[in-house]
Nanobody, 124 residues
Framework: VQLQASGGGLVQAGGTLRLSCTGS????????MGWFRQVPGKEREFAAV????????IYEESVKGRFTISRDSAENTVYLQMNSLKPEDTAVYYC??????????????????WGQGTQVTVSS
């Protein structure tokens, strides 16, 4: 079972990036999928999650109104559209999947599956 993230890169402040994460080895249709991010020397923090149906989402406060999470369950893929990027958004972004949805996503030890990270760098 694997989650493969892509789409990171270098962008100027105010720019946009779209991250993708595709699962393989099993269906994630019944799983919530989402994103965490981590800056060197700091803990991995929750960014956004979308429930299995795609009808409910939760965002970390600092990304609300700028990031949009979506999914294509037929393709086992979750996306993170990042607009109005700020230098403080610079981090390694990790996709994740878990059978649960909601407050459990604030506890990264509860996450069932992790993808590898993709680097996002926002220059000022």
């Amino acid at each position: 079972v694997q989650l493969q993230a892509s789409g990171g890169g270098l962008v100027q402040a105010g720019g946009t990036l779209r991250l993708s994460c595709t699962g393989s080895g099993r269906s994630f249709r019944n799983y919530a999928m989402g994103w965490f991010r981590q800056v060197p020397g700091k803990e991995r923090e929750f960014a956004a999650v979308i429930n299995w149906s795609g009808k409910m989402t939760i965002y970390e406060e600092s990304v609300k109104g700028r990031f949009t999470i979506s999914r294509d369950s037929a393709e086992n893929t979750v996306y993170l559209q990042m607009n109005s990027l700020k230098p403080e958004d610079t981090a390694v972004y990790y996709c994740a999947a878990d059978i649960g949805y909601g407050s459990s996503w604030y506890d990264r030890s509860q996450i069932d599956y992790w993808g590898q990270g993709t680097q996002v760098t926002v220059s000022s």
